[in-house]
Each structure stands twice: as C-alpha cells, then as structure tokens.
Nanobody, 115 residues
Framework: VQHVESGGGLVQPGGSLRLSCAAS????????MNWYRQNPGKERAFVGS????????YYANSVKGRFTISRDNAKNTVSLQMNSLKPEDTALYYC?????????WGQGTQVTVSS
C-alpha cells in the first residue's frame, strides 16, 4: 500500500489549495479514504473522510463548510479542496486508508497559511 500526497504549499489567509493523494497497492474502490493533519508536538487530527464510492463524506467541525473531499476511483486518487483557509489550518496533511484494522499513511504534504 502506498500513498503519495501532493498540492501543499504556502497560501494567504482566505485562500485555497487542493491536495491530492495517489494511492496504489490495494483495491482502491473498496475502501473509504481519510484525510488527517498534524502539527509538531500534537496528535494527528481527523479532517474528513469519503466512502468507497464517494456517496458520503464526513468532516471535522473545524473544516465543515470550507473543505470538500472527492475521489476518482478510475484514477485511484482522492482530493481535498480547501477554501477560506485560516492560519490554524497550517499542518502536515496526510492521506489514510484503514485495511483490516491497519492504518496506512503517506508522507504528508505541508500546508502553511500565513500572510
């Protein structure tokens, strides 16, 4: 199982970024996918998730209404569209899948929201 996240960067408050995660090594369309984020010295925090066919999404209260998760099962990718970004959204963002009670993580992509 492998995930490669991309799309992070530096953005001003109020701006937007789109993160992508390319997954491989498992039957992508069978599994829900998740996004988490983490800052140094803090625990990894749930951002949102999407079901295997993309028919349902779930979000942390802190990002609800600003972030949108989508997926393309034909391309084995999951995306996180982030709008109205705030400085507190600054973090290392990870793509995640849980298979048979084991979590698989990518290397993360850094998002920094600062003026």
């Amino acid at each position: 199982v492998q995930h490669v996240e991309s799309g992070g960067g530096l953005v001003q408050p109020g701006g937007s970024l789109r993160l992508s995660c390319a997954a491989s090594g498992f039957d992508f369309s069978r599994y829900g996918m998740n996004w988490y984020r983490q800052n140094p010295g803090k625990e990894r925090a749930f951002v949102g998730s999407i079901t295997s066919y993309g028919d349902n999404t779930y979000y942390a209260n802190s990002v609800k209404g600003r972030f949108t998760i989508s997926r393309d099962n034909a391309k084995n990718t999951v995306s996180l569209q982030m709008n109205s970004l705030k400085p507190e959204d600054t973090a290392l963002y990870y793509c995640n899948v849980r298979i048979l009670s084991r979590d698989y993580w990518g290397q993360g992509t850094q998002v920094t929201v600062s003026s």
